[in-house]
């Protein structure tokens, strides 16, 4: 079982539909959450970052993190055809990655595709 | 401007004829690290560097070589390519005791 789980999709909606992206995951010491969106032959660029538990809104996006639930929510408001990319999690333990923990835990992303 | 930046993006060659492939950042940023993604797999850490002259093992790292003699420099090494090296990869760095990953803009790998 992967220590991160993410439906590949792909997801596709209307311009203006509400987006939901979702990851599920095992490890408890996980306690940064973050939402990278990578569009299609580019980088992943970081898009959202949270810690522990809550809600985190940034615009039209809002990340939701249930640790007893083990489960994390990318929400995305009037979705937009400049939406459309690939949406990756991503988790680690406190400390940053020169201490805590040398990497980063990703899902393997979802991919959107918000349709005039 | 701030970014990471890889060299070439895009790379073919063939079975056994070594490559370099450059990585470099202007962040100033402690950690740096190189990942491969691949469908269905998603992104996989080859190796990663805490600091310079600080490098190890990151999840797949048979068939790789890196080194961090400066800071800003990460380059990754296939002495040997195979057909399964065939990816897309991607360098990474992050400043110190942070979470936040800053991307390249990935070279895509085909070894015939």
């Known amino acids: 079982q992967k220590e991160v789980e993410q439906d590949p999709g792909p997801l596709s909606v209307p311009e203006g539909a509400i987006v939901s992206l979702n990851c599920t995951y095992s490890?408890?010491?996980?306690?940064?959450f973050m939402w990278y969106r990578q569009y299609s032959r580019k980088g992943p660029e970081l898009l959202m970052y949270t810690y522990s538990s809550g809600n985190k809104e940034d615009g039209r996006f809002t990340a939701q993190v249930d640790k007893s639930s083990k489960y994390i929510s990318l929400f995305i408001r009037d979705s937009q055809p400049s939406d459309s990319a690939t949406y990756l999690c991503a988790m680690s333990p406190p400390g940053g990655l020169t201490g805590g923990g040398n990497k980063l835990t990703f899902g393997t992303g979802t991919q959107l595709k918000v349709e005039l | 401007e701030a970014q990471v930046t890889q060299n070439p993006r895009y790379l073919i060659t063939v079975t056994g004829k070594k490559l370099t492939v450059t990585c470099s950042q202007n962040m100033n940023h402690e950690y740096m690290s190189w990942y491969r993604q691949d469908p269905g797999l998603g992104l996989r850490q080859i190796y990663y560097s805490m600091n310079v002259e600080v490098t190890d093992k990151g999840d797949v790292p048979e068939g790789y070589k890196v080194s961090r003699k400066e800071k800003r420099n990460f380059p990754l090494i296939l002495e040997s390519p195979s057909p399964n090296q065939t990816s897309l990869y991607f360098c990474?760095?992050?400043?110190?005791?942070?979470?936040?990953?800053?991307f390249g803009s990935g070279t895509q790998l085909s070894v015939l």
């Open positions: 990474a760095s992050s400043p110190h005791a942070s979470e936040k990953l800053f």
């Open positions: 490890n408890s010491a996980f306690q940064y």
